[in-house]
């Protein structure tokens, strides 16, 4: 199969994509307030994200139904998220989709299922008495290890995501504030922008640890991660 992207085209903010999208402060990312959502973005080509996974929930045949997050497949055995998404149950309980783009009409069948073997909350979020967003990520095992597809390389360099920088946001989210998750993935650019933007009072209005990433349209209407939670920030690489 003919991937239009290559593995080295791309980067995770491991780390740090933990808070982006929309910075007003209605973009509420503490507990029920988070929702699977992609507004203003666009559909993806096929193949355009080969690591992306879905975070699937054990027991319903069809995708589009037990979809709940998203990943990336970071190396053959590893996949990352965010630890909100998997920290009240076990490791049998959930399953993620390699290789899927529509969750609900695929003919060809063409994605595979793999159980997770083990979770690995960061022990910042693990530990808490109260978790907040800081440390909201996490390692999956898997039950088997994928050769077959790229995986997403990680950003080692800090000039990738300074303030300007566009990223893509991908997932299956909703696509209006109320409305209905997509059955397909999509995915919306979303410029970096700095601490101190913000934490303005007009923006998010709140404090922003230095291991969180924001990124956003000041005037909205363009957004992700209050939902589509799990799934990756991506850059482009300098060399490609």
């Given amino acids: 199969m003919k991937y239009n992207c290559s593995s080295q085209c791309l980067a995770f903010i491991w780390g740090l994509c933990l808070l982006c999208g929309n910075i007003f402060p209605s973009a509420s990312v503490f507990g029920d307030d988070f929702v699977r959502r992609i507004v203003g973005g666009k559909e993806t080509e096929a193949n355009e994200w080969p690591w992306m996974v879905a975070l699937l929930s054990v027991g319903e045949d069809n995708p589009a139904d037990s979809q709940f ?7 053959p055995w590893w996949v990352i998220t965010a630890s909100h ?9 959930f399953e993620v989709a ?45 039950a088997e290890p994928v050769f077959d597809i790229p995986v997403l390389p990680l950003v080692h360099q800090y000039e990738l995501i300074q303030p300007g920088v ?28 700095s601490q101190e933007e913000a934490n303005a009072t007009e923006a998010y209005d709140t404090d922003l640890s230095a291991d969180m990433l924001p990124a956003g349209f000041i005037e909205g209407g363009k957004d992700s991660c209050e939902g589509d939670s799990g799934g990756p920030l991506v850059v482009p690489m300098e060399n490609g």
């Avoid at 997050?69 to 190396?75: D, R, S």
């Avoid at 998404?85 to 309980?93: G, I, R, V, Y």
């Avoid at 022990?123 to 990520?137: V, W």
């Avoid at 566009?166 to 922008?193: C, F, M, Q, R």
């Fill in 166 to 193: 566009n990223g893509t946001v991908i997932g299956w989210g909703k696509t209006t504030d109320g409305g209905h998750a997509s059955d397909v993935l999509l995915e919306v650019e979303l410029p970096i922008v």
């Fill in 85 to 93: 998404c998997l920290t009240s149950e076990s490791a049998d309980s």
């Fill in 69 to 75: 997050c998203g990943g990336a497949l970071i190396h």
């Fill in 98 to 142: 390699i290789g899927i783009r529509d969750l609900r009409n695929d003919p060809e069948k063409s994605y595979r299922r793999i159980g997770i073997q083990e979770i690995y909350l960061h022990p910042a979020y693990e530990t808490a008495l109260d978790p907040s967003i800081d440390g909201d990520i996490a390692l999956l095992r898997l």
